[in-house]
C-alpha cells in the first residue's frame, strides 16, 4: 500500500512518522507542499491515502485534497491539522474520500488505526480464550481501560452471539455485591467496553437497554473455532482468573475427554 | 442601551412637536371667521385631524420598528392599523370631509362600527398578551388608572343625553361590583389588580359600544364619535408604554445577562488552565519516555486533546454528555499519570443523549480528588452517573472520600465556582453540593429536556450564545 503524507514542516514531524509508518507495512513517501510534484506522483503512481497537513503557506490542505480527489477517485484523504477542523468545512467530494482527522500532535495507534481503515479488507478482531484472555487486532493486544470491561467483552465471547442480559452479567461478574452497586460498575464496565471498541474502530457490540449482543462478524476466537470442530489449542485452561470460566471449563473438559476416548 | 433610550425619547419629542404643529395649522386653517356657535363643530374637527395625525405617526413608528423587533410589535402595528382604518370611518370625519350627505354618512357608521369593534378586540388581545408574559402590579395599576381616566372622557356626553349618562352610570356600577367580587372571592384574589383594572376595561368597552348603538342609530348628537374615540386611543396609550418598559427593562436583563455570561465564562477558562497541572504533566512525560517511546507519545497525546479541549471551550457552550465525559477521562488519564495513588471513575451511566455546558463536569471530578482526596483512600471512587426521569436527566458526580463540612470554610475551588454558575446561567440550574466529613461530596444537578439543537447550529459546533432570560 502507497501513502504520500504532505506537511510544510516535514523537519519537525519526519522522525516521529517515520518511526511509526516504518513499523507498518504502507509504503510511504513525503511531499513538502509542492503541488506539481505531488500531482506526478498520484498519476504515476496507485495511491492509497494521502495525509495532508491543513495548515500550509503555499496550499491548503482542503484545496490541495480537491485536486487530488479529482486526480484519483479511489484516493483516500487523512488530514492532519493542528487546528479544529471538522467534517462539515469539507466540499461533499472531499468529505466523502475523507478517511479521517488526525490532531497534533496525535497517539501513535490513531495512525495505525486509520492506516488499516485504509488498508481495507477484513480486519479481524482475534479474541484468545484459552489460557489467560487477551484480544488482538493484527498483532498489536487491545487496551481494556478496565479489568472488568475486558471481563464482561470476554464473558460476550462465550455467549458466542447470544444475548447478554444485565442480570446474567451482573450474577457471573458481581456476584457477591448488593445490586445498586453491582448495576452501576455493570454500567461503568459497558461505558468502558464501548468506549474501547470505539477506539479500534470495532463496533461489534450492540448496546441495548440492559442487555448486549455480539455482531459475530470479523472476530476469530479460538473457543467458537473448537466449539464447531475446527481446532483445538485447548490445554486445560479457560479465561483464567476469571471466575465465571469454571461452569465452560467443566463443560470443555467432558467435550474434550469425549475426544481423547475417541482417539 | 442608553442610545436605545435617547432615540425612544427623541421620537417621542418629535411626535409631540409634530402634533403640536398639526394642531395649530388646524386652528389657523379651519378657525378663520368661525362665530362662536360654530365652536363645538369646530373643535371636533380639530380633534379629528388632530387624531388622525396622531394615528398615521403611530402607525409609521410602528413600521418602521417592526423591521427591528418582531413578535409582539406585530401586534401592535395590527393594532394601530384597525385604528386608523377605524378613525378614517368616523363619521364625524366623514361629515367633515363631504358635509351632510347622508349615504356616506350611514356607510361610514357601519363601518366606523364594524372596525371599531376590530379595534377593541385587538386591544383586548394584546392587553392579555402583556398580562401573560408580565402580570407587574404597579404596570396593572397604571393601565387600571388610566383606564379610570378614561372614563372622564365620558362625562361631556352626560350633558348631551340622559339615557347615555345612565348607561354609564349602569357599567360603573358593574365595574364596581366586580372589583369588588375579584377582591373578595379566593379565586380572584391571586391576580385581583388584573381582574379589576380587566373589569374596569370591560365596561370601558361596553361605554364604548353602546355610545356606537346610539351613534349608528342617530340617537345622539354630532361628534359623539369622535369622543369616544379618546378613550380607546387612551387605554391603547398605556398598555403600549408598559409593554414598552417591560421590551426595555428586558433588553437590559439580556444585555446584562450575556456580560456577566463572557465575564464567568472567561474566569472560567483562565482556571482551567493551570500552568502547574501542565508543567508537572510535561515534567511526568519526560520521565515516560524514558521508560517507553510509546507511553511517551500517548502521554503527548493526551496533553494535547487536553489542551485542544480548553482551546476549544472559549467559543463553545454545549457539548455532548459523551464528549464531556471523554474530556474527564483524558484529565483522570493525566492526573493518574503523576499521582502515586491513581484516581478511580465508575462511569455509572444510563443515558448520554444530552448536553452540558463544556467543561462543566472536569472541576467537580478535580475537587474530588483535591479536596476529598478520593485516590488516597483504599477503594475510593469517584462515580458519575446519569438516570432519566420524567422531568429529564439526573446527573452526579460523587466520590467516597474525606468530604468536607459544607458550613466550615468553603474548600470549593474557584473551578466548582465557575462550573455551577456556567450550570445555572445556560441551563437554569444550580448543581445542590451535598457533603459532611468523612461522607464523601456528592454534586447532583437536574438537566431539563431541552429541545435538540437545530441542524445550523449542530454544524457550527453550537458557538452560538443562547440567551437565556424570559
Known sequence: MKIIIVDDEMVAHHTFLSDVIGKTDADYRFFKDDVPAIEDYIRKNKVAAAFLDVSMPSVNGFELAEKLVALDGDLRIVFVTGLDVTPEELSPAVRERTAGFLYKPYDPDELRNLLAVIEGGARKLTARMFGSFECFVGEVPVRFSSNKSKELFALLLAYDGDTLSMTDAISQLWPDLDTDKSKSLYRDAVWRLRKTLQQIGFNCVEFRRACLVLDKENIECDYWDLKRGLSSEYRGEFCKSYDWSVDYLAALDVKEEAKNRRT | ?470
Open chain 2, 1 to 470: 442601551m442608553k442610545a436605545v433610550k435617547g432615540k425612544r425619547i427623541a421620537a417621542a419629542v418629535v411626535d409631540s412637536a409634530l402634533l403640536f404643529v398639526g394642531l395649530v395649522a388646524a386652528l389657523a386653517v379651519r378657525g378663520a371667521g368661525k362665530e362662536f356657535g360654530d365652536y363645538y363643530r369646530w373643535s371636533v374637527e380639530v380633534l379629528t385631524i388632530v387624531e388622525l395625525c396622531f394615528f398615521g405617526l403611530f402607525l409609521l413608528i410602528e413600521v418602521i420598528s417592526a423591521f427591528k423587533i418582531s413578535d409582539s410589535t406585530y401586534h401592535t402595528v395590527l393594532l394601530s392599523f384597525s385604528l386608523l382604518v377605524f378613525h378614517l370611518t368616523n363619521p364625524d370625519f366623514v361629515r367633515f370631509l363631504f358635509g351632510e350627505q347622508s349615504a356616506a354618512l350611514l356607510a361610514a357608521d357601519i363601518l366606523h362600527f364594524l372596525f371599531f369593534e376590530l379595534s377593541v378586540l385587538a386591544v383586548f388581545h394584546f392587553w392579555n398578551y402583556t398580562y401573560k408574559i408580565d402580570c407587574s402590579a404597579r404596570l396593572m395599576w397604571i393601565a387600571g388608572g388610566f383606564a379610570l381616566l378614561c372614563f372622564a372622557a365620558y362625562i361631556p356626553l352626560c350633558f348631551f343625553d340622559a339615557e347615555i349618562a345612565a348607561v354609564i352610570l349602569f357599567l360603573l356600577g358593574i365595574a364596581a361590583a366586580l372589583v369588588l367580587l375579584y377582591r373578595r372571592f379566593p379565586w380572584g384574589q391571586a391576580n385581583a389588580n388584573f381582574y379589576a383594572t380587566e373589569a374596569l376595561f370591560y365596561s370601558l368597552v361596553g361605554c364604548v359600544v353602546t355610545c356606537g348603538i346610539c351613534d349608528a342609530l342617530d340617537f345622539v348628537p354630532y361628534g359623539v364619535a369622535s369622543f369616544q374615540e379618546l378613550p380607546v386611543i387612551v387605554v391603547f396609550l398605556a398598555i403600549y408604554s408598559a409593554f414598552a418598559m417591560r421590551t426595555d427593562r428586558a433588553a437590559l436583563q439580556a444585555s446584562e445577562y450575556k456580560l456577566r455570561y463572557e465575564q464567568v465564562k472567561t474566569r472560567a477558562l483562565k482556571e482551567q488552565i493551570k500552568p502547574h497541572f501542565i508543567f508537572n504533566v510535561l515534567a511526568a512525560i519526560q520521565s515516560l519516555y524514558r521508560v517507553s517511546l510509546d507511553g511517551g507519545d500517548r502521554a503527548v497525546a493526551l496533553l494535547s486533546k487536553h489542551l485542544r479541549t480548553n482551546i476549544e471551550a472559549a467559543d463553545t457552550d454545549f457539548i455532548p454528555f459523551e464528549k464531556e465525559l471523554d474530556n474527564v477521562q483524558v484529565l483522570v488519564d493525566l492526573e493518574n499519570m503523576r499521582l502515586e495513588k491513581k484516581v478511580n471513575v465508575v462511569y455509572d451511566v444510563d443515558c448520554t443523549d444530552f448536553e452540558v455546558p463544556i467543561l462543566s463536569l472536569q472541576p467537580y471530578v478535580e475537587n474530588a480528588v483535591k479536596y476529598s482526596r478520593v485516590n488516597e483512600k483504599e477503594d475510593g471512587y469517584i462515580r458519575i452517573s446519569t438516570r432519566r426521569t420524567e422531568e429529564g436527566v439526573l446527573l452526579s458526580v460523587s466520590d467516597n472520600g474525606v468530604g468536607f463540612d459544607p458550613n466550615a470554610v468553603s474548600p470549593s475551588s474557584c473551578g466548582i465556582r465557575n462550573a455551577s454558575e456556567r450550570f445555572s446561567m445556560l441551563m437554569g440550574v444550580a448543581p445542590a453540593i451535598e457533603s459532611a466529613p468523612g461522607k464523601g461530596v456528592t454534586v447532583s444537578v437536574l438537566i431539563k429536556d431541552r429541545p435538540s439543537p437545530s441542524g445550523e447550529e449542530k454544524q457550527k459546533g453550537r458557538k452560538k450564545h443562547e440567551n437565556h432570560h424570559r
